[in-house]
């Protein structure tokens, strides 16, 4: 068994009085400290961004080799729109 040892840094960042109490209400009713609860608020925030990052990476790959504009798009959209309301 190997022990790995991550290196660390402290850092400073201000809260409003009413999220630092939410965030230590959340952390305390799961049994963890507030700096591992943000450690993971911030992984997944990131990891979230990445993959909107991706979507429209591949959005834009498939619109410049379909030759479809943003108004193409928006056009769809508001077309299965209609179709759905018509459904209903």
């Known amino acids: ?3 790995v ?5 402290t850092v ?6 009413n999220l630092l109490k939410e965030i ?5 009713s799961e049994f963890r400290s507030r700096s591992e609860l ?3 608020a911030a992984r997944l925030y990131i990891e979230r961004k990445e993959k909107w990052k991706n979507i429209f990476s591949s959005f834009d790959k498939i619109t410049e080799n379909s030759k479809l504009t943003e108004k193409d798009v928006l ?3 508001k077309e299965y729109r209609k179709s759905k309301s018509r459904k209903n």
């Open 1 to 3: 068994m190997y022990i």
């Open 5 to 9: 040892y991550v290196s660390t840094n």
């Open 12 to 17: 400073n960042i201000s809260f409003d009085e």
């Open 24 to 28: 230590d209400e959340v952390a305390k």
């Open 38 to 40: 943000l450690r993971e």
């Open 75 to 77: 056009n769809e959209i």
